[in-house]
């Protein structure tokens, strides 16, 4: 690329507990050869021992700032990606851009919320690679706006935060090198918005959106997202079915009564179809007088 300029990319990853997947160490040791020879110069920075999300994400887009990255590119420490998909964003035209990400649930739920005047591109409200390629086909394009995404792997221009940094609100945080605090943006700070908490890539998107920017979604950049998952050879034990489906059995059981878990355990195996654990409780006889055993109750919790 000699006589030509590259492309300064940050790649921000925020590692609280100090680790990345394989996946993600394998993905960016392969795309460097190719990123390099089409005009990109990537520089890797990971945050770790940062619990606070939100708090790593701002320090992230001020590295970035104080760097004078052209772009800061976050990339989740559970991703999965190519070369040809980090290439993509970033040699994109607009200036907020991001792959789609699935959810870790089943069925496949991809990562964004499409504007109302799109939700006809979908069945029952799930984001689904089905629907996303009905909603592409539909705008016969593979960049599409939408009303929010996720950051897990998302391309932010440096002229966004330098726009967001002229009305946003600061702080001080410490250098995690120099441990001098340096002024830092709230960029990504989670709140409540219209009587909706939003976490810290919504009030990004919201606050971009804002300033009169797109938020996109390159449909051709499907990102994998590493996470747990069982192999089940004992569908009697539904611990491992999707959080979605436990969600009001949980509420139920944190509230319920002796009387009121004969009902809980109703829905339960209705829900999921499979047939109760039939383990003797220990020091529980209300709740075995009822059909509901300890591990029953410990199951959903």
């Not at 039939?278 to 529980?284: R, V």
Request: charge should be neutral; hydrophobic fraction near 40%.
């Amino acid at each position: 690329m000699s006589g030509k300029s590259m492309m300064k990319v940050l790649v921000g990853t925020p590692a609280g507990r100090g680790d990345v997947s394989t996946q993600y160490l394998y993905s960016f040791i392969a795309m460097m050869g190719d990123v390099i020879r089409n005009g990109v110069e990537p520089h890797l920075y990971t945050l770790s021992q940062e619990s606070l999300l939100p708090r790593g994400r701002n320090h992230l887009a001020q590295v970035a700032m104080r760097g004078k990255f052209d772009k800061l590119f976050f990339i989740d420490a559970d991703s999965g990606w190519t070369a040809t998909d980090f290439l993509r964003l970033c040699g994109s035209p607009f200036p907020i851009v991001a792959g789609v990400v699935p959810l870790k649930v089943f069925p496949i739920t991809l990562n964004y919320l499409p504007f109302k005047h799109d939700e006809k591109y979908f069945t029952n409200a799930a984001r689904s690679l089905e629907g996303t390629e009905r909603m592409r086909l539909g705008h016969n394009a593979t960049e599409i706006p939408v009303a929010f995404t996720g950051t897990a792997f998302m391309c932010i221009d440096k002229q966004v935060l330098f726009k967001m940094a002229e009305t946003e609100d600061t702080y001080q945080y410490p250098n995690p090198y120099t441990g001098e605090l340096e002024t830092h943006w709230d960029f990504f700070g989670a709140r409540p918005v219209k009587n909706t908490y939003y976490s810290e890539d919504w009030v990004f998107c919201h606050k971009a959106r804002e300033l009169g920017y797109d938020i996109r979604i390159n449909t051709d950049v499907r990102i994998n997202h590493v996470g747990n998952y069982t192999y089940r050879i004992n569908p009697t034990m539904p611990v491992d079915m999707a959080p979605e489906i436990f969600r009001p059995l949980m509420c139920s059981v944190a509230s319920s009564t002796y009387e009121e878990l004969a009902l809980v355990e109703k829905f339960a195996k209705e829900t999921i179809k499979a047939p109760p654990i039939q383990t003797k409780p220990l020091n529980a006889p209300k709740a075995e007088a009822i059909g509901v055993s300890n591990d029953s109750v410990a199951n959903t919790q």
